[in-house]
């Protein structure tokens, strides 16, 4: 079993910069990918970002590609900096574990942290 601790969340105002991190702990084996999904009131949980832990390749929504960054420490930790924050970027933010692709499903990351909150401000 695989356990996902986020932190890195708070209140910013519109073109600030955040730093989420999230750290697993377990069972860790294989190909397997870390990333983001964030989710606003009242909307989809969306993913944000993805990177593979072995070959680090990332993938990112094209919403944020231009602004957020990804990156990995070792096989069990992942950042997502976040710069030029917009009031749209708020939301809570999931550090997921499972397998990377470009179309960022949900249903690709079995497992999932309890989420941090991010609050963007005009």
């Known amino acids: 079993q695989v356990q996902l601790v986020e932190s890195g969340g708070g209140l910013v105002q519109s073109g600030g910069s955040l730093r989420l991190s999230c750290t697993a702990s377990g069972f860790l084996v294989g190909d397997y990918a870390m990333g983001w999904f964030r989710q606003a009131p009242g909307k989809e949980r969306e993913g944000v970002a993805c990177?593979?832990?072995?070959?680090?390749?990332a993938h990112l929504a094209d919403s944020v590609k231009s602004r957020f960054a990804i990156r990995s420490r070792a096989n069990d930790t992942i950042y997502l900096q976040m710069n030029n924050l917009e009031p749209e970027d708020t939301g809570i933010y999931y550090c997921v574990l499972g397998h990377c692709w470009s179309r960022l499903w949900r249903n690709d990351f079995e497992s999932w942290g309890r989420g941090t909150q991010v609050a963007v401000s005009t």
């Open positions: 990177i593979r832990m072995t070959s680090l390749s």
